[in-house]
């Protein structure tokens, strides 16, 4: 079937900088120059990178997205020649579209060569396909004869039937980005809802242009450039929840479908309407309706138990033993929730549909929560694909309880920590939907205490010490090291407090109500110094920061703790026979500004101990990237504090 | 009649399905070899069949019961595929604790997925893996395998126990082969385990182990491929991806690679011929010459890796090298020598094991392919120049730690050779420290500090160079650990490669850093070269250590004292000297306010038995405890 597409450009006019952004124009100065203007130290940087998004049409198979691709990339340093290989993944995983295609073309090396540019093209031998799995490829090139101060060009067409969400532009890496722009041409029967993800914003501009097709109607286009000049790189930093989150970046998902002369699709722009076809897709009613497969389970496990709160725990704490997730994410099912039931794994949709489905049976309100986790980034505005996971929230008595049983180590109201991304959408049979706080508000705790003697004949510290670990500090210790043996929790203790010895090892780890408590005896070299007859000890002796976890002078990211956390500091050092106190640090508090966090130190003595209490809190999960110089002030005033010396001397 | 057959059929269909196999049962484990373990293998058996030099057949079965969830990756439910190597067969079986089947997975329910790892760009290798969620533990898996392949240069060596924190039940090996391809094969560390050859003639090879308890990973031991039991097995006679192959002698299998696999890959366009003559020039001394030509090939090329069929073992051609300007190992190895050969210089590809963390060997008394490395041998006198072509860094003829002190094969045309690379002394793995610091009546320090590296040290600490502005000053932050609130005021680096000497100028300042309580200051003397010292204690320690790489770091650092203040305490000179090594330190008062501070620590490279560890241990700890020695000053 042939077709025919005449384009009328009716393009208000687009201010083009004089600078050249069209592959092969390749400049003497750009191939001369030594390092990028606005960043002298990027070992390559992206001079230009257009994209562009436009639609064909084929009687067949409807309406199909291309998005081409051009880049032009400066090599400054020899750390930079990765650039040199580009590699693009595309979907083939699709069950009703057909594949993603993906293929890179006018890809060249430029090189000065004795003041004359010398261009290579790459040939078959540096392209290839690669079938990396049932669901994705991978396209890849490496370029030829690329060295330090070479010039790579590159272009990519990706097409694909899938139109709902387009691929993402990005427009901030790792090297500085000089230019870029995108261009989106959408059919007037699409609407998409736009986002501007990161803290550089692009120039806008529209318009609207006329398509005439033979063999179809006639019909309008709607045109937008965005671009934007010299994009600073962003660059890993710890304490960071997802990069992505704030990599400038343009994403585009599918509002409405309307074709004339056939109903308007929505695709979702509300919050109710996202939890409206999130019910009809997931077919949510049907799983959660379907009880028959559990019942005579449900009613042995909850027989005795006559309070909510007692048949929530209960049936909790079923659902997390039972089932085994398969480490899979979601919030559609994929087997049904029976068929996980009768299996014993499932997805996260599986195992929480579970656990909904026998909550309501055993009468206590619970609704489903979508959830964007961590590394699926921020659920800015409603849509399909910002979500990807679903848990429960289940209320008693007006209060509302999180729930997520396919972690082996959470319990009502602590989710896995991933989970623990901005808000969650619960959505009702009726429409309605609700916001949800996933973050919580109570700190978890860390209360870490020491009674213990001070040995100057053996130069040691010997005693008990205990360490406790509440919520979500319970749950990343259990995570890590639920099943280890004795020896091991012993030998980790050990190397996270320099010069301990452990003697005798307790703890209380595997009841998951309870908070993660272990018990040690020790004895301790390099607690304290003695020097010329006196005992310098630090008041906080091994527990004390070795240094400030924020090194950096600068930060581009918000700082992300996860939740807010209480540090607990509960000394009594025996003072020795023939010793007394001949100097004590003061007491202080320190505060933040704003009391996000706080430091507080108290000592006291009298002729026989000393007692050294501290409590260390932070209350927000995550702080603003203008809060930084903050932070890492507050955590060199506890180094600056912790350091400061309680000195013995001879009685 | 009819409805009895059917119940028959269905009878029959239920005891298969359901069968319990007793022996899978978890009841029957000696609790000898729960200990330390996740996983216990019940059973490991290979069936090697070598049909002839082209043809080879393995058939794998592996019962693990797993533990806990650290023991699924014992489970090694996973085989690679290629051209030349297809599966027959591949399926598992789940049976609970009590040995009663849950669930089988067939060929079409393990994945399939493209092998390629981080660094490589394309390869054809592919890999069929299980991803089974367990519903329950401990749990049995049977993991089945059969696979055929037309290359026979390498038949997987056989370990006994491949792993840590996983026993062995049974271990089971069957080799059989034809009487004339020159089957060989090498026993390590046999001794103290329960292994019995139950079989060897000159077709046939078995052994069957029984009872080994799982181990435990302990820091500084030796790979585990020095301390498991293992048989390596190789073929006289071998064939690899269409070329058939010898491996009687290292000369023959050396002369083999050569005329094969070599052969005709060093051609070079004449232009470039002539271009590599213009830039040697009058040249005559052939390393003089090399080392012209190694810094072309280093600004020229860069490493990309790519490996399909006769590609993985064979150098790209050198004139698409210098066409293309990338390669792997071999393909930059053999274009350097094909440029090299240009301008009169010998060199000769060199097969080795690549490895920063052991100095690997090729098990030089057994010939074989081996290795997964290639660099480049220029002979010089009596002895080789190395060069590692795949950096584009690496001053000529430095070899780091990568490939350092450990036996390799040079291929040359009449044949192999097996010789060690370069040792690094450890006297001549220097760091030199040189340097002030002052401190002022707040405790405040400001210091400069000089670090000049050499010999082992050099390569661990050029890396710096190429770290990004935000990268570097973090590394020097976690460097200087030891000083909190610093600042970093001015570095400037100088790599002479020349002389293989790393110079570090770097200006640095922090506030607090002396203590002040009441009218005392205290400080730790050594500011800028503490040991880490931080050697874990390990209970009932198992294995033997190593200490791969000694050291030789020598700090001299003037240090400026606070006016006002007067000098309370100040420690005394102190020195440590044991086979590990030697430790000193030494204050020298220059005037009221002036201090030398002297340091010297030389660390021993050896291999040290289970019980000396603890020795070790408390050497570093002294030498960690003297590092942190305090001045106390009192104000006047």
Request: hydrophobic share 35%; charged share 25%; aromatic share 12%.
């Amino acid at each position: 079937m042939r077709f025919y597409i005449a384009v009328f450009l009716l393009f208000f006019i687009l201010k083009v900088n004089a600078q050249s952004y069209e592959l092969g124009k390749v400049t003497i100065e750009e191939l001369q120059e030594k390092v990028n203007k606005t960043d002298t130290t990027a070992p390559a940087a992206i001079l230009f990178k257009k994209g562009k998004t436009y639609f064909s049409y084929n009687e067949q198979t409807g309406f199909l997205a291309n998005h081409v691709y051009e880049f032009r990339i400066k090599i400054y340093k020899k750390e930079g020649l990765s650039w040199a290989t580009q590699k693009v993944s595309y979907y083939v995983g699709y069950e009703n579209l057909r594949d993603d295609k993906a293929a890179f073309s006018d890809v060249a090396t430029y090189n000065l060569e004795n003041g004359k540019i010398v261009k290579t093209k790459l040939n078959s031998e540096g392209n290839f396909k690669e079938k990396v799995n049932k669901y994705w490829n991978v396209a890849s090139i490496t370029l030829p004869n690329v060295k330090e101060g070479s010039v790579i060009e590159f272009k990519y067409t990706l097409k694909s039937e899938n139109i709902v969400r387009l691929p993402d532009f990005e427009f901030q890496y790792e090297i500085p980005v000089n230019y870029f722009e995108y261009r989106s041409e959408i059919p007037e029967f699409f609407i998409y809802k736009t986002l501007l993800v990161g803290t550089f914003k692009p120039e806008m501009s529209g318009d609207i242009g006329q398509i005439k097709q033979v063999y179809a109607s006639e019909y309008k286009q709607i045109n937008t450039l965005y671009s934007g000049k010299d994009v600073p790189a962003l660059k890993k930093e710890n304490f960071i929840d997802n990069i992505d989150n704030y990599k400038g970046s343009i994403q585009n998902e599918l509002e409405l479908k309307r074709f004339p002369n056939k109903p308007v699709v929505n695709y979702t722009k509300t919050w109710e309407g996202l939890a409206v076809s999130t019910y009809k897709d997931a077919n949510l009613i049907r799983e959660l309706t379907d009880r028959g497969y559990f019942e005579d389970d449900l009613k042995k496990i909850i027989a005795d138990k006559s309070s909510p709160r007692k048949r929530l725990d209960t049936i909790f704490k079923f659902v997390q033993e039972r089932m085994n997730w398969n480490k899979k994410k979601g919030y559609y099912v994929d087997k049904g929730v029976k068929k996980a039931y009768e299996e014993k794994t499932g997805n996260t949709a599986e195992i929480n549909l579970l656990l909904i489905a026998m909550l309501k049976a055993a009468q206590i309100q619970v609704h489903p929560v979508l959830v964007s986790t961590i590394e699926n980034g921020i659920p800015l505005f409603p849509n399909r694909t910002v979500f990807n996971y679903l848990i429960a929230a289940a209320e008693i008595d007006g209060e509302k309880i999180l729930l997520d049983a396919t972690n082996k180590f959470t319990v009502p109201n602590i989710l896995p920590l991933n989970v623990l991304n901005w808000k969650g959408r619960l959505i009702r049979e009726n429409g309605t939907s609700e916001e949800v706080e996933l973050i919580p508000t109570k700190p978890s705790m860390i209360v870490n205490s020491v009674s213990a003697s001070i040995v100057p004949e053996s130069a040691k510290l010997e005693g008990v010490l205990s360490l406790q670990k509440t919520d979500y500090k319970a749950l990343d210790f259990r995570e890590s090291f639920a099943n280890m043996t004795n020896e091991s929790h012993i030998e980790n203790i050990e190397s996270q407090y320099k010069g301990l010895e452990i003697e005798e090892y307790k703890a209380e780890i595997k009841n998951l109500s309870k908070p993660v408590y272990e018990k040690v005896t020790f004895s301790a070299a390099n607690a304290y110094d003695i020097i010329g007859g006196k005992l310098i000890i630090n008041p906080l002796v091994f527990f004390a920061y070795k240094n400030n976890p924020f090194k950096l002078e600068k930060r581009q990211m918000p700082i992300y703790f996860g939740y807010p956390e209480q540090r607990r500091f509960n000394l009594f050092l025996q003072i020795p026979q023939g010793y007394k106190v001949e100097s004590l640090p003061s007491p202080i508090r320190i505060v933040m500004e704003d009391k996000a966090a706080s430091y507080t130190m108290n000592l006291t003595a009298d002729e026989n101990q000393i007692q050294i209490k501290v409590i260390q809190e932070i209350t927000k999960a995550i702080f603003a990237v203008d809060d930084y110089d903050m932070i890492r002030d507050f955590f060199d005033k506890i180094i600056e504090i912790q350091n400061q010396k309680i000195i013995l001397k001879k009685a | 009649m009819k409805s009895l057959y059917y119940t028959f059929i269905f009878l029959l269909f239920t005891l298969f399905s359901y069968a319990q196999k007793a022996e899978y049962s978890i009841l029957t484990i000696a609790d000898s070899l729960k200990e330390n373990a996740n996983a216990v293998v019940r059973l490991d058996q290979m069936d090697i069949v070598i049909v002839s030099q082209r043809s080879m057949n393995m058939k794998s079965q592996r019962v693990v019961t797993v533990l806990n969830e650290k023991g699924l990756n014992h489970i090694e439910a996973y085989q690679h595929y290629d051209k030349k190597t297809s599966i027959k067969n591949i399926e598992a079986v789940v049976y609970n604790s009590l040995g009663g089947e849950i669930k089988k997975i067939k060929r079409k329910d393990f994945r399939d997925q493209s092998a390629v790892s981080g660094s490589t760009l394309f390869s054809d290798s592919r890999v069929v893996f299980l991803d089974y969620t367990p519903v329950t533990y401990p749990f049995t898996i049977v993991y089945t395998c059969e696979v055929e392949t037309s290359n026979t240069a390498f038949i997987p060596q056989w370990a006994f126990l491949s792993g840590y924190y996983a026993s062995v039940e049974k271990s089971v090996l069957n080799v059989t082969f034809p009487n004339n391809l020159g089957f060989k094969k090498k026993e390590f560390q046999f001794s103290g385990y329960n292994i019995k050859k139950q079989e060897e003639t000159d077709t046939k090879l078995s052994y069957t182990a029984v009872n080994i308890a799982a181990q435990k990973r302990e820091d500084y031991s030796p790979s585990s491929s020095d301390l498991f039991p293992r048989v390596m097995m190789g073929l006289e006679k071998f064939h690899l991806e269409g070329v058939d192959g010898n491996a009687a002698t290292w000369e023959a299998f050396g002369k083999w690679y050569s005329d094969n696999i070599l052969n005709g890959t060093t051609e070079l366009p004449e232009e470039t011929k002539t271009k590599i003559k213009a830039l040697v020039g009058n040249e005559k001394d052939p390393i003089k010459k090399a080392k012209i030509i190694y810094d072309f090939v280093q600004k020229k090329s860069r490493y990309v890796s790519i490996q399909v069929g006769i590609g993985g073992w064979k150098p790209m051609l050198a004139s698409d090298v210098d066409r293309l300007g990338y390669g792997d190992c071999k393909a930059l190895s053999n274009y350097t020598k094909a440029l090299l050969e240009a301008v009169d210089v010998p060199s000769y590809n060199t097969i080795l094991y690549g490895d920063p963390y052991n100095k690997s060997s090729i098990e030089s008394d057994f010939v074989s392919m081996q290795g997964n490395h290639m660099i480049l041998a220029i002979p010089s006198g009596n002895d080789y120049v190395w060069l590692e072509c795949t950096s584009q860094d690496d001053p000529f003829g430095y070899q780091g730690t990568f490939t350092d002190d450990r036996n390799v094969l040079v291929v040359k045309p009449e044949g192999g050779q097996i010789v060690r690379t370069k040792i690094y002394e450890d006297i001549g793995n220097i760091q030199k420290d040189k340097g002030s610091y002052s401190i002022d009546e707040n405790g405040n320090f400001s210091g400069a500090l000089s670090i000049v590296s050499e010999g082992s040290q050099y390569s661990q600490r050029t890396r710096v160079e190429h770290l990004q502005p935000t990268e570097k000053e973090k590394h020097y932050k976690n460097h200087w650990e030891n000083i909190n609130n610093l600042k970093l005021e001015k570095i400037s680096l100088n790599n002479d490669k020349e002389n293989i000497r790393f110079t570090e100028d770097v200006q640095l300042s922090a506030t607090s850093y002396g203590a002040v309580s009441g009218n005392k200051m205290i400080f730790v003397v050594n500011s800028f070269n503490q040991t880490d010292g931080s050697v874990k204690r390990i209970r009932n320690r198992k294995n033997p250590f190593e200490i791969q790489r000694g050291y030789f770091d020598t700090d001299e650092i003037e240090i400026n004292l606070p006016t006002g203040f007067n000098i309370e305490f100040i420690p005394s000179n102190y020195e440590l000297k044991g086979k590990f090594g030697e430790y000193k330190t030494e204050i020298i008062k220059k005037d009221n306010n002036k201090l030398l501070y002297k340091r010297s620590m030389f660390l021993n490279k050896g291999k040290y038995s289970n019980k000396e560890y603890d020795e070790y241990r408390l050497f570093m700890e002294q030498v960690s405890r003297n590092d942190n020695a305090k001045i106390i000053l009192t104000k006047n």
